[in-house]
């Protein structure tokens, strides 16, 4: 049973910078962990992921300001956001699953434990 927790979010203006963290418990060697946001009446969206093998994958709408790391020896992922805007206000949530995928994953249906959520908010 894997367990997340998500913390870093808060308010910040346009230009500024937040950092999210994601700590994990119960995770095995295969678990994979990406960052989802979503708004108020819109479809969940995968914004960042790191695979098992340490690659990762950014959306467009986060490529180059948005960084997503990972501290092994801590069970936590980081994203990074950076020269943020005001349309990256939303509830962000980190996903995990547990199995052999090398590749990133982003597809909600990828994943079986979510955290509880985090807000951002980016005023202009």
């Known amino acids: 049973q894997i367990q997340l927790v998500e913390s870093g979010g808060g308010s910040v203006q346009a230009g500024g910078s937040l950092r999210l963290s994601c700590t994990a418990s119960?995770?095995?060697?295969?678990?994979?962990i990406s960052w989802f946001r979503q708004a108020p009446g819109k479809e969940r969206e995968g914004v960042a992921a790191?695979?098992?093998?340490?690659?990762?994958y950014y959306a467009d709408s986060v490529k180059g300001r948005f960084t997503i790391s990972q501290d092994k020896a801590k069970n936590t992922v980081y994203l990074q956001m950076n020269s943020v805007i005001p349309e990256d206000t939303d509830m962000y949530y980190c996903?995990?699953?547990?199995?052999?995928?090398?590749?990133?994953?982003?597809?909600?249906?990828?994943?079986?434990?979510w955290g509880q959520g985090t807000q951002v908010t980016v005023s202009s």
């Open positions: 119960g995770i095995t060697r295969w678990t994979y």
């Open positions: 996903a995990a699953e547990s199995m052999w995928s090398p590749a990133c994953r982003t597809d909600v249906a990828d994943f079986g434990y």
């Open positions: 790191i695979s098992i093998t340490d690659t990762t």
